[in-house]
């Protein structure tokens, strides 16, 4: 069975800097992997999805993650980020089921 | 595109009460998810069917909770009977294969 880790739990950050959550998963077969992101009282949204071929995934809202195969990362960053990227993001592995990390409650200030 | 689509989309009811979820896929998909959300637990996953078959519900907490799907444009989750402990946000979502899940708006259930 495939596992997620979810590297920080919560990342706070100031307007217009970096971000990078990180996730980690396990899994003996191959692999898609997902960021997805939760606004409050919402549902989940998918941001970016990694199925196969380049490993720099571009997503929704200026997102992109690596794929790194040899780390089994799958990092999602953002260059400069806003105070509406203020959210709960989840890495979600999918090999014969999907499965969820803990999430990482980013807080932009201003 | 209508998305997935949850009722209630809040619940308030007392306990020992009999609770039922519902929610409709998104057509043409062939997977469907309940996860249950809460502050302590974060998102967990229920139970799961595969072209209205039950895949895997070893998620489900214990046998008050059941869940059916008697189509494929129709799910619902049930819980009887119910207990505060219960309390929380439970979101269905529907996949064709692997492909990325799409989650419904979820159903705020609180329990008295």
């Known amino acids: 069975a495939q596992s997620v880790t979810q590297l920080d739990s919560q990342v706070p950050v100031f307007e217009e800097a970096p971000v990078e959550l990180r996730c980690n998963y396990s899994?003996?077969?191959?692999?898609?992997l997902f960021w997805y992101v939760q606004y409050p009282n919402q549902g989940l949204q998918l941001l970016l999805k990694?199925?196969?071929?380049?490993?720099l995934v571009k997503g929704i809202n200026g997102f992109e993650a690596e794929f790194n195969k040899s780390q089994t990362s799958f990092h999602l960053r953002k260059p400069s980020v806003h105070i509406s990227d203020t959210a709960e993001y989840f890495c979600?592995?999918?090999?014969?089921?999907?499965?969820f990390g803990a999430g990482t409650r980013l807080t932009v200030k201003p | 595109d209508a998305g997935v689509i949850q009722s209630p989309r809040h619940e308030v009811t007392e306990m020992g009460q009999e609770v039922t979820l519902r929610c409709k896929p998104i057509?043409?998909?062939?997977?469907l998810f309940w996860y249950r959300q809460t502050m302590m637990r974060g998102l967990e996953l229920l139970i799961y069917?595969?072209?209205?078959?039950?895949?895997?519900d070893s998620g489900m907490p214990e046998d008050r909770f059941s869940a059916k799907m008697p189509n494929a444009s129709f799910s619902t989750l049930k819980i009887q009977p119910s207990e505060p402990r219960d309390s929380a946000v439970y979101f269905c979502?529907?996949?064709?294969?692997?492909?990325?899940?799409?989650f419904g708006d979820g159903t705020r259930l609180s329990i008295l």
């Open positions: 979502a529907s996949s064709f294969r692997r492909q990325p899940q799409h």
């Open positions: 899994s003996s077969v191959s692999v898609y």
């Open positions: 990694y199925l196969s071929g380049s490993t």
């Open positions: 979600a592995v999918s090999a014969n089921d999907m499965r």
């Open positions: 057509s043409g998909h062939d997977y």
């Open positions: 069917f595969n072209n209205n078959v039950p895949i895997d």
